[in-house]
Nanobody, 121 residues
Framework: QVQLVESGGGLVQPGGSLRLSCAAS????????MGWYRQAPGRQRELVAI????????NYADSVKGRFTISRDNAKNTMYLQMNSLKPEDTAVYYC??????????????WGQGTQVTVSS
């Protein structure tokens, strides 16, 4: 069973930075995509950033473009989300996600436990 373990959340002042980590229990090359989602109180979970593993491409929500960067360390089977110029509206629980397509079975969707990010003065 695939496990995703997040770390790096916390309290930061507006304009500050945080780096989230997501360690996978297996090779990240077993996934088709890896990404970060977030969910603020009273709101639906939304996609923040996603990496297409085979293509080496990334996409970002408009609200975080230019401030957040998704990256990975293949040797460590770990994905990161570098968050700069943080705003109070970035406050949410951030979830790591990985999707894998298995022929004959379909898509498998994996989630981390979530890590709280609070941006406040």
């Amino acid at each position: 069973q695939v496990q995703l373990v997040e770390s790096g959340g916390g309290l930061v002042q507006p304009g500050g930075s945080l780096r989230l980590s997501c360690a996978a229990s297996g090779s990240i090359f077993s996934f088709n995509t890896m990404g970060w989602y977030r969910q603020a109180p009273g709101r639906q979970r939304e996609l923040v950033a996603i990496a297409i593993i085979s293509a080496g491409s990334t996409n970002y929500a408009d609200s975080v473009k230019g401030r957040f960067t998704i990256s990975r360390d293949n040797a460590k089977n770990t994905m990161y989300l570098q968050m700069n110029s943080l705003k109070p509206e970035d406050t949410a629980v951030y979830y790591c996600n990985a999707k894998a397509f298995v022929p004959g079975t379909g898509w498998n969707d994996y989630w981390g436990q979530g890590t709280q990010v609070t941006v406040s003065s």
